[in-house]
């Protein structure tokens, strides 16, 4: 009796410790994530602008139903959507080629690698700038390099469509290493005895693709394609230090556009947030499908 | 017969091994070649780089005459009011800052979520991770209208606090799996034998899982030293900028500073790509750990 009584006490004691530990984190997580993701819900539906910086009231769902009758929106769920197609399928695909071939006999492995993995080690708001630089219609290389062949200079940042193209190739450069080292990771773990045995049994080449590395990297695949997916959608820097959304929206995604419409001069703050949500509402399902495939909430050991 | 397959298997190995190579040796100037045009543009005389460089073999951009000028206006550099020795300072204080707060804050949470059992413990953890699933946007606006209310806009600890806070979803993660990986035995054995739980987790865990500290350190450094999106909304005067500002203002649409642009580049960049390709290892580990285990 007495031996039970302290050990549920015992227990919450144990207890008590374990949330002090986590206390201070969580304070942080509810003030500054939490609660600010309530409040832009709630600014959603006011009409928080210049205007009405202090005294706004509630309006409803008018942000939302303007958001969806502005010709803008669909342009901007068309460039979300093919930005983050576009981007991520080749980069997966790349990263996987090189994979591949770093992981058959071929010389020079470890060079090739060290030079391989410069985009994703250099910090991706210096080499996007960079690429802007030589994107530079006047001064950039790439139209220099052109000008070798007297080929006329592409204004790779001010025409819509090569600004777009101008983007999704530097966000593809930024991406396939990341992808390279995963998928590599994922094909060494393939055993070799595996290979060997399809060997004798006369299985070479495409067959031994197809029936051995596909199916055990196919997890791996998946986890790329899905981080890769949210990563794109909410990478702000590829999206906005290039072209900061332009010329006029043909780069915009949601969250550039949520940024540019509460920081770009305008403070529309509450259409801002409205945008946000959407976005978020786009991304809820892909994440919540990668927390459950990392599966970190399981219990451990 | 034998001979004549023989002699083309090895014609096949030979086509396949030159692909391969060239695919490969394609790919590695892609992979470099910004980094090539930066060094190139930081050592070319003038700043908008009409004239005074070239191509090496059709493609490689190199500086007719080499200076080392742009590396010197770097550290005079001052956009109205704000100078170079400003924006370092700025960006070291907020820096260390979050990366101090970051560990102090996400060891203890982990050790909780891997060593504890408690009510509450999964919906925890589900809490911590919510944010992955947040395009940043969602926070930053509501973090900058609650901030200028507390008066904390402009200053270093409206950068510092969303930084760590930033930090958490990743780090408390790696942490638990770090001290997962830790055999409970050896922490439980120490506190048998009359060690506190402060002393076991000091003296036995943390010493054990280092590479884990210092991939958390380290993301926590990525996050604060190259963070642009925060600190343009939050550091509104020029002094109070960070590197990453001075850096973005060097090239707009009205006037462009590519050959200060590059130098300052390569000085922000160089420290970070060196610590990356150390550690670049256990930040992957770090990020696939859950899908291995899972």
Redo the contacts between chains.
């Keep these: 009796m007495a031996s039970s009584l302290a050990s549920v006490l015992e227990r919450l004691k144990?207890?008590k410790?374990?949330?002090l530990?986590?206390l201070?984190?969580?304070i942080?997580?509810l003030f500054?994530?939490?609660?600010?993701?309530a409040?832009?819900v709630f600014?959603s539906f006011t009409n928080m602008n210049l205007g009405h910086i202090r005294n706004f009231f509630l309006i409803g769902f008018r942000n939302y139903s303007y958001i969806f009758s502005d010709p803008d929106f669909l342009v901007i769920v068309e460039n979300t959507v093919i930005w983050t197609f576009t981007n991520v399928i080749p980069t997966v695909a790349?990263g996987l080629?090189?994979a591949l071939?770093?992981n058959?006999k071929?010389?020079?492995k470890t060079a090739?690698r060290m030079?391989?993995?410069?985009?994703?080690?250099?910090?991706?708001?210096?080499?996007l700038?960079?690429?802007?630089?030589?994107y530079?219609f006047?001064?950039g290389?790439f139209n220099?390099?052109l000008g070798?062949f007297s080929i006329a200079p592409i204004n790779w940042l001010g025409d819509c469509h090569w600004a777009f193209f101008s983007i999704v190739v530097a966000n593809i450069?930024l991406g396939y290493?990341f992808m390279m080292?995963?998928f590599s990771?994922a094909l060494q773990s393939i055993p070799t005895e595996l290979y060997e045995a399809a060997s004798i049994d006369g299985a070479v080449g495409f067959r031994q693709m197809r029936h051995i590395t596909v199916p055990l990297i196919r997890?791996?695949i998946i986890?790329g394609l899905l981080l890769g997916s949210?990563w794109t959608?909410?990478n702000?820097?590829s999206a906005?230090?290039i072209t900061a959304g332009g010329p006029g929206i043909c780069t915009t995604i949601?969250?550039t556009q949520?940024?540019n419409l509460?920081?770009g001069g305008l403070l529309n703050?509450s259409v801002?947030?409205a945008?946000?949500?959407v976005?978020?509402i786009f991304?809820?399902f892909p994440?919540?499908l990668?927390?459950r495939?990392?599966?970190?909430?399981?219990?451990?050991? | 017969m034998t001979s004549s397959s023989g002699s083309q298997w090895t014609v096949r190995k030979v086509v396949q091994s030159v692909l391969k190579h060239a695919f490969l040796i394609v790919m590695a100037v892609i992979s470099i070649y910004p980094v090539l045009w930066v060094v190139s543009t930081a050592f070319t005389p003038g700043e908008t780089l009409a004239t005074g460089w070239h191509f090496l073999l059709g493609f490689l951009p190199l500086p007719n005459s080499p200076t080392t000028d742009h590396f010197t206006s770097v550290f005079n550099l001052q956009v109205t009011g704000g100078t170079f020795a400003d924006w370092l300072r700025n960006s070291l204080v907020i820096t260390v800052s979050t990366v101090i707060a970051s560990v102090a804050l996400t060891l203890p949470a982990g050790y909780a979520f891997s060593r504890r059992v408690f009510p509450g413990r999964a919906g925890l953890m589900f809490s911590f991770l919510l944010p992955t699933m947040f395009p940043g946007v969602v926070t930053i606006i509501p973090q900058f209208l609650i901030f200028s209310t507390f008066g904390l806009v402009n200053t270093y600890l409206g950068c510092i606090i969303p930084y760590t806070v930033g930090s958490f979803a990743l780090s408390i993660f790696i942490m638990k799996g770090a001290f997962d990986s830790v055999p409970r035995d050896l922490d439980e054995a120490a506190m048998i034998d009359g060690a506190s739980e402060l002393r076991a987790f000091w003296q036995i865990l943390v010493p054990l899982t280092l590479p884990s500290v210092a991939t958390v350190s380290l993301w926590a450094f990525m996050g604060s030293w190259l963070d642009f999106a925060l600190a343009h909304v939050m550091l509104q005067t020029n002094n109070m900028w960070t590197l990453p500002l001075a850096l973005y203002s060097l090239i707009t649409p009205n006037y462009t500073y590519y050959g200060t642009f590059s130098a300052m580049s390569l000085i922000m960049a160089v420290p970070v790509f060196v610590v990356f390709m150390i550690f670049q290892k256990y930040l992957v580990t770090g990020l696939t750990a859950g899908s291995v285990k899972g």
């Design positions: 144990a207890s410790t374990s949330y530990y986590i201070p984190a969580l942080g997580l500054l994530i939490l609660y600010p993701f409040y832009n600014i790349l080629l090189l071939v770093l058959s071929v010389r020079g090739y030079f391989l993995i410069v985009p994703w080690a250099m910090p991706s708001f210096i080499t700038l960079i690429w802007k630089g030589m530079d006047q001064y290389v220099r390099f070798q450069w290493p080292i995963i990771g997890p791996t986890l949210i959608f909410n702000f820097n906005y230090l949601f969250i949520a940024y509460a920081f703050f801002a947030a945008y946000a949500v976005a978020f991304l809820f994440g919540l990668w927390t495939y990392m599966g970190v909430t399981r219990q451990a050991t």
